[in-house]
């Protein structure tokens, strides 16, 4: 197998190893009744990024999410999830406030917080 192709498939199987407990730990919000299902997105696809990409409609619970994502990453040091925390939705379609800067808010093993709302 060419070195290539086994740095996609290395690349991948670590996001999946992240990708799942994502899900797993905003799945859990909402079985406690304090998210729903429609109040996240978490995107699908691999980019080829070292990074776990999340929509969020904006809670008082995104920082306790975040802190839940950051244990996730103790073993993935160089790896981020990002949140991308959404104003409102309405009915079933997400709408996005204009921003004039990235308004990812990356989160590693021990970085701060950043709150750009």
């Not at 980019?47 to 306790?64: A, K, N, Q």
Request: aromatic share 12%.
């Amino acid at each position: 197998m060419n070195a290539k192709l086994e740095a996609i498939r290395a690349h991948e199987a670590i996001w999946r190893t992240l990708h799942a407990p994502v899900v797993e730990v905003l799945r859990e919000f909402c079985e406690q009744g304090m998210l729903k299902e429609r109040d996240y997105f978490v995107v699908e696809d691999d980019l080829g990024w070292d990074i776990v990409e999340i929509e969020l409609v904006f809670s008082p619970l995104w920082p306790r999410i975040a802190r839940s994502f950051q244990l996730l990453l103790a073993d993935f040091s160089h790896w981020r999830i990002t949140m991308q925390v959404m104003r409102k939705y309405a009915d079933d379609i997400l709408i996005f406030s204009g921003y004039s800067e990235p308004e990812l808010t990356k989160l590693g093993r021990t970085d701060p917080f950043i709150d750009r709302c």
